[in-house]
């Protein structure tokens, strides 16, 4: 079973008939499918002096688990819907593994892509990153990770070959989650920006309870960001419910159990020194899990909700 690269950096317990041809249509089960079967029928069977193994494989969100230890969970909380591997070998050199991920939208791949956002920023794809013999990116609805066994000097070059070669074979760039654009600018730390709607991923970034008491989950949809101002930092999540009542009940709940001590204006100084509230406008939650002032929480709360005319 493989050795994920994510599984040094997390041990997580997570509890459709068109086919795309340069651009996706409606979608149902039968077209995800198809779509990898189009990119597959094009990815390069060479790179540099690197020749492709027979055969590729398949997984789907059941059998990932026979492929990848400890991660397949995170691939699932994003709906993936199957995965390509592809094993590439050359004469005195590491193997190179190109994974493909179909995670069935746009919004799922970058929510996928930013779980891991260490390393050197490359033109490849959408927002590629390459660490130590591993790069990744994501375009379109696809993840892609790309790595050598063993880093040397030919094996770099042919990872960052790869990559270029599988970016230019999706025509299509993907759409950010609508979401990111609700964050405040001011401040914002790019790389800390994380898409998700699973409780776990939310508490491996930031620990907020073993209970999903933000009732986090397939309907909904989180963006998790951290800010810098003047010196101060702070810890921003939002969450978008398909209904107010929903939402309401989300922080009702994220009072009682998170921060039971608040003051009636809803702040609260924590153990850590840190200020935290939340707040609610029709179906989307506010929360400063952590904030070193309270006027920054104030100030970021406000420009996730402006004033409203005649309020």
Known sequence: MKEFPWT??????????????????????????????????????????????????????????????????????????????????????????????????SADAFGVFTHDRDGEALPIGQGALYRPGWLSFWKDRFFISIYAQEETEPAVKAVKALGIRVADSIPSEGTLPAMIATLPAGGLVDRSVRYLHHPVVLNYHYYVSDENILQIGPRTEAVLADYERGGERALLLLVSYPDASMAQEALTRFFSLFLPDAAEDGFALMENKKWSTATRRNDMLAVLLESDSRRLAEDLLAEVYPPQEGS
């Open 8 to 105: 040094r950096l997390l041990l997580l317990s997570l509890a459709a008939s068109a086919v795309w041809c340069g651009s996706l249509l409606l979608m149902n089960p039968r077209s995800f499918a198809a779509s990898l079967d189009v990119l597959h029928a094009v990815l390069p069977e060479r790179i540099e002096a690197w020749s492709a193994v027979p055969e590729d494989r398949l997984f789907d969100d059941q059998t990932i688990f026979e492929y990848i230890n400890g991660a397949g969970e995170v691939y699932r909380a994003y709906n993936m819907k199957r995965c390509l591997s592809r094993r590439y070998s050359a004469p005195g050199q590491p193997d190179i593994v190109l994974d493909v991920f179909d995670m069935g939208s």
